[in-house]
Every structure is written in structure tokens, then in C-alpha cells.
């Protein structure tokens, strides 16, 4: 088996102010995911990468900047946090197509704006 | 257009019951996959069930299963023998073959087990 670590768990920020959200995965993956969840809403992709070094835009990517340096780590930027912004972001993983294609989502890293 | 839609956004059914959530999608291509997702209250999500869509049997793993209507683009989820600890929100998706995996997400339903 393996695990999604997301760091950190809570993220208070300030209006304005430039805020990263790290992921790392040990499954050897190759597809990677930033989700954002508003409170009793679905899921909104952000950003996906299928390799390293490789970025896709969601529909939600502005905003927002990726980092994809290694296949294990994936992180986001929030690159100017919105006041009263609040929302859970979720990492996923994914094996590459295939029978046993399906998505493993990390915790969540919990961002509040002050 | 890809689109998916569920329209039950709440349901309520005592434990020991067989529930069934409902799930429409639509696609333009032939082939596809389709998932279910459980989000607990923890906020943990984690994969249930697929449907491949040129598979005609419907899927099943452990008390849940799949009613899989091609033609009515359709696939919605049972639970039978429901337990309390199967209280939480699911979620349907799907992913086009031919796309770049990326899914297509519903807006879940929140499903609550009565004792």
C-alpha cells in the first residue's frame, strides 16, 4: 500500500498573501492532482500532472500556479489569497489507465483568509 | 459536452436497508469509465466501484453494486444490508477514454444511515 501525505493540515492566511500546499505520494504514480472543495460542494480540478515536470490546467486554475519537480511531490501556490476565503484542497493520485485506474486522495489541507 | 448530474442530494433510509443512488452522464464518446467515490465525514475520500462502459455486466465488490443502463446513461450505486458507518457523501464520476484523465464529477449525495 502506500500513502498521500498533504502539508500542512491547516493554512491561516492573509488577503494578499502567497500561499503554498505541498503533497508528496509514495505510490510511484505518475498522475497527480490539486482539487479544491468548498464547503458541501463536489470537487473542482485545479491543476493535474501526468508525469514530472508536467503541468495541465483544470478548470479552476487561475489563481493558482503547480509545481510537479519530482514524480512523488506536487505542490500548489495560491498566488494571492482572496479575503474570507475558505475551502478544502485535496491531493490525488492515480495510476496511469489501465484496470486499476482510480484516484487516492490525501487528507486535505484546510486554508482559512483572514 | 461531458457532464455529470445527481439529482438526490440528500437521502435518508434506516440501517439494514438497500439503498440506490442515482447518477446520469453525458458523453459523446464510446468508451468510458465510471467511478464512485465515498467522502466521509472525516473529509477522507476513497475509491468504491467502477464500470468500464463496454462492459455489459454490472459491477460489484463487497455489498456494493452497480445498475449500469447504457442507454439511458445511466449508473447508479446500490448499498444493500446498509450500516450506519456507511453514512457519508458519494460521489460519481467519470472519464472519457479518449481524455486526459481527467474526471468529470458530480455534486455527491449525502447519504444518512438511520439506527
Known amino acids: 500500500g502506500g500513502i498521500i501525505t498533504q502539508t500542512p493540515k491547516f493554512l491561516i492566511g492573509q488577503e494578499g498573501q502567497k500561499l503554498t500546499l505541498k503533497c508528496q505520494q509514495n505510490?510511484?504514480?505518475?498522475?497527480m492532482y490539486w482539487y479544491r472543495q468548498d464547503s458541501g460542494k463536489g470537487l473542482r480540478l485545479i491543476y493535474y500532472?501526468?508525469?514530472?515536470?508536467?503541468?495541465q490546467k483544470g478548470d479552476l486554475s487561475e489563481g493558482y500556479d503547480a509545481s510537479r519537480e519530482k514524480k512523488s511531490s506536487f505542490s500548489l501556490t495560491v498566488t494571492s489569497a482572496q479575503k474570507n476565503e475558505m475551502a478544502v484542497f485535496l491531493c490525488?493520485?492515480?495510476?496511469?489507465?489501465?484496470?486499476?485506474?482510480?484516484?487516492?486522495f490525501g487528507h486535505g489541507t484546510k486554508l482559512s483568509v483572514l | 459536452a461531458q457532464k455529470v448530474t445527481q439529482t438526490q442530494t440528500s437521502i435518508s433510509v434506516m440501517e439494514k436497508t438497500t439503498v440506490t443512488m442515482d447518477c446520469v452522464y453525458e458523453?459523446?464518446?464510446?468508451?468510458?469509465?465510471l467511478f464512485w467515490y465515498k467522502q466521509t465525514a472525516s473529509g477522507e475520500i476513497v475509491f468504491l466501484i467502477r464500470?468500464?462502459?463496454?462492459k455489459k455486466e454490472n459491477a460489484t465488490v463487497g455489498h456494493y453494486s452497480l445498475n449500469f443502463q447504457k442507454p439511458k446513461s445511466s449508473i447508479g450505486l446500490i448499498i444493500t444490508a446498509t450500516q450506519i458507518e456507511d453514512s457519508a457523501v458519494y460521489f460519481c464520476?467519470?472519464?472519457?477514454?479518449?481524455?486526459?484523465?481527467?474526471?468529470?464529477w458530480g455534486s455527491g449525495t449525502k447519504l444518512i444511515i438511520k439506527p
Open positions: 464500470q468500464d462502459s463496454y
Open positions: 500532472s501526468i508525469t514530472e515536470n508536467d503541468l
Open positions: 464520476a467519470m472519464r472519457e477514454v479518449d481524455s486526459n484523465y481527467q474526471l468529470i
Open positions: 490525488a493520485s492515480s495510476i496511469k489507465g489501465g484496470s486499476n485506474e482510480r484516484l487516492f
Open positions: 505510490f510511484n504514480h505518475d498522475t
Open positions: 458523453t459523446q464518446d464510446s468508451s468510458y469509465f
